[in-house]
C-alpha cells in the first residue's frame, strides 16, 4: 500500500453474508452499515481521514468466513472488523481478530460464547440469555405452558436460544414437551412436526433462522397443528413471509427494534434508510448501522486506530445515542438493551411490547 | 400406529421426488454408462422455471381449474428442461463421447456448477417462495391423518408419469432402441440405430422427469434457491444406486425406500438414538452398505466387467 493512501483513509473490514441461507441478514446489515460510513465521510471522516468500508460475502457458509476474515486482515490491512449476524460465523472470525489484535464488533450476533472469546470482541445487541428469558415470559403470559422446541443443531444461536429458553420456562411453570432439531437448510420438517403433533403443545419455539422457521410455520399447518410459533430475532426478514405466507400468521418473535416505535432516533434512521434504499430497514440494517456509528465514535476518542488503543475506547463506550436505543458497553463487552416483541399480523411486523433488560 | 402411518405418508411424498429424479441418472447411466452430475441442477432450473411459468400464466389462466393449471405449469417444466437436457448433452457431453470416462464425468461436474452458479446470478441467492398451484387443503376421511391435496396431487401425478415412462421404454420403437442401445452399444449401432437421436432422447426424458421432481419437491417444501439439487440429487443418485443403476424399477423403489428411511430416521430419532442432524447421513450409510454387500442394488443385474 502506498504511504499515502494510508495516511488519508482508515481501511474498516466488514464480513457479511451477502448471499447463501441467511442473505437477507448480510444485505441488511451491510446496506445500514454502508449507510453510516457514508455519513460519516460526508460530515468529515473520522481524525480528518475518509473511512474506506472493504466488504467480504462469506455466503453464509460455515469456514468461509474465516477465510474471508483472514484475507481482510493480511490483504487489506484493515484497523477494525465488523460483522456478523449469525453467531457461528462471528465464532469463525472472534479468534482470528483476537489472535491479530484487531477489535471487532459484531452487529447482531446474540449467543453469549461470541464475546467470549476475547477482549478485542464487542457486540452492540443484547445476548440470548436475555432473549431466552424474553421468550419464555412472553409464553407464560399468554399462558402457553406446554411447549415444543425445534432447533436448528448447526447454529450455535439456535442451540443457545433454545437452552436458555427451556432454563427459564421450566423453572417458571411450564413444560417442554417435545425437543426437537433439524440442521440449516433442511427443507422437509414434517417427520419432526409429525411428532411433536402428539404432544399436543401450547406454542412451538423456532429458533432457528428465517427460511427454515417460515417452512415449519406452513408444514405444521398442512399437518393442522394449529399452536402458534414463536421464534427470536433470527425471523427479522421478509423472508418469512415470503417463505411462510399465511401459515405466519399470529407468530410472534422478539427483536432489537421495531419501526413503528416513534423514538426521534429511529424515526430519523427510518427515513433515511427509506430515501437511500427505497425499502424499509429491518434490526438488522440498523444494528450495522449502530456498529459502524460506535466503531466511528470510539476511534475518534481513541485518537488513533492502534489495536490495543481503540479497544480500550470501544470498552469505554458509555450511553452512546445509537438507533436500537442507548448502548453502554458492560464488561462482558455485550450491550445491555431492551428487546421488543413483534406479532406477524397481515404480512407486516407490529409491535407487541418492549421488554427492558 | 398413527403417528407411524403419518411419518409412512411424509415418506412417501419425498420418496416419490427422490424416485422421479433418480430415473434420470439411472437412464443416462442405462444408455451411456456415465453418471450425469449435473442432473441435480436441471432439478433446480425446473423449480425456478416452474416458478417463472406460473406468474407468467396465472393472469392468463386465472379461470382454469386449479389442477388443471398446475399441470400446464408441470408440462411447460418439463418441456423446458427436456430441451435443457438435450442441449446440456449435445455442447458438453457429445464431444467427449469417445474420450475416457472420466473426461465426461469430470465435464458433468464443470456443468454442475455452471448451472449452480449461473442459478445464482440469475436468480439471487436468497430462498424464494415458491407459488402454491393448489391451494393446499386437508384431505378429509383419513381420521387421524393428515395428508394434503398436494401430497396427493404427488403421488398420483408420480404414478402416471412412471406409467407413461413404463409405456415409451417398453412398447415404442424408441424405447426398443434405448434398451437396445444400453445391452450392447455398437450391435445397436450396426443395426440401424440412431445413437445420436437415442442419446438425446433420453437426455430429454430424464431432464423433463426431474423437472416434474422439482415441481413436486417445490410443492411440498416450497422454498427454493440455486442450491436446492445438490442434496436432493445426491440422495437421488443413492436411489438410483440401492435400486441398481440402469434398472427403472429399481430407480423408483429405491427412491420411495430413502424418503421413507430418512423421515423414520428423523421422526423416531429419541427411539433410536440417532440425532435428526444426522438425516442426510443416513442416505449415505445406505450406499456404503449397499457398495459392500450388494454392489449392483436391489434389482441390477450382476456384470462382468469387459476386458
Redesign the interface.
Known sequence: MAPSEAVTEIVVGEFASLSGATASFGQSSHKGTAMAVDEINAAGGVLGKKMRLVSEDDQSKPGEAATVVRKLISRERIVALLGEVASSRSLEAAPICQQAGIPMISPASTNPKVTEVGDFVFRVCFIDPFQGTVLSKFALSKNWKRVAILTDVKQDYSVGLSQFFKAHLSVNGGTVVSEQSYSSGDKDFKAQLTAIKGTTPDVILASGYYTESGLIALQARELQIAAPLIGGDGWDSPSLVEVGGKAVEGSFFSNHFSVEDPAPAIQTFLKKFNDKYHEQPDAMAALGYDSAMILADAIKRAGTTEGPKLRDALAATKDFSAVTGKITLNPQRNADKSAVMLEVRNGQFKYVETVAP | MN?FL??LI??LS?GAVYALIALGYTMVYGVLRFINFAHGDVFMVGAFSGMYLSRWLKPLLAHWPEWLFAVVVLAGSMAFCGVLGIVIERLAYKPLRERPRLTVLITAIGVSLLLEYSG?LLF??????FPSLIE?R?LSGLGEL?A?N?QAFVLTATALLLGGLHLIVMRTRMGLAMRALSLNPTAAMLMGVNTNVVISFTFGLGSALAAAGAIF?AS????I?PF?GV?PGMKAFVAAVLGGVGSLPGAMVGGLILGVVE??V?????VLGI???Y??AVAFVILILILLFKPSGLFGKQQREKV
Open positions: 403417528e403419518q411419518q411424509n415418506g419425498l445464482q439471487g441467492a436468497a430462498p424464494r417462495g393446499s386437508s393428515h394434503t398436494i419437491y411440498l417444501y416450497q422454498a434457491e436446492m442434496l423421515t423414520l428423523v421422526g423416531y430419532s429419541k440425532p435428526p442432524g438425516r442426510d
